[in-house]
């Protein structure tokens, strides 16, 4: 199940059962369980710990001391087959921790595409993750967490179980996140509220002025009108019929099941 172009240190071990596709470099002191299955061209550092029910994709980037597919750290896990899935290009730096799925929670923890997940950030049990996301250290998600595209989320910043993350949202350091952020928005504190919109990056993943003046005006309908969610929703409905780009907060409003920051 090795593939003949793969490069593995002999101090590693690989369980029988292991899938190792083209040209994978596994570097010295590595285990990778019976059940992993590892694709072209990704790289594994040294001293990394594979386990369990885990798919990781092409060209990644494993650095030492990373743990991923171990058992999670919920109480109520009892050795279900439950799994991770890692997609392709991501970059998964020292000491990252990402723990496997529960039955209760949709059995698989998701990481998509071309990913940062900087030095000791722990991604719990049931996370989805999207693509093009920035985690800086320590960044802790509790379980069940879902994270959208496009997000930065800084330093020592821990969120809450359940919360759901928008696309192109920025999170400050040292923030603590216990509701849901919107798409688009800045937030930061503990607990985290907003600042205003993530403009620059917006610029720089070329959205238009006209998209741009329709999420402020959005934004002032959330933030700034008074409204109830429910009356949130009909205006943005209103508003998205002349830019599309505003189903973004409808559907991340249908979603939500925490409440928004405020």
Known sequence: MINPSAIIHPSSIIEKGAKIHANVHIGPFCFVGAQVEIGARTILKSHIVINGVTQIGEDNKIYQFASLGEINQDLKY??????????????????????RGTTQGGEITKIGNSNLFMINVHIAHDCV??????????????????VDDHVVIGGMTAIHQFCLIGSHVMI????GVVQDIPPFIIA?????????????????????RGSMHAIRNAYKVLYRSNKTIE????????LAMEYPVINTF??????????IIR
């Open 78 to 99: 009892a050795k279900e087959p439950t799994k991770i899935e890692i997609g392709n290009f991501n970059q998964i730096r020292e000491s990252v921790t990402i723990h």
């Open 129 to 146: 993750i999207g693509n093009h996301c920035i985690m800086a250290n320590n960044v802790t998600l509790g379980g069940h967490v879902k």
């Open 172 to 175: 400050g350091g040292c923030s």
């Open 188 to 208: 930061q504190g503990n607990h985290a509220t907003p600042f205003g919109l993530n403009i620059e990056g917006l610029k720089r993943k070329g959205f238009s």
């Open 231 to 238: 009356e949130a929703k009909i205006a943005l409905k209103l």
């Open 250 to 259: 409808i559907s991340f409003l249908i979603r939500s099941q925490r409440g």
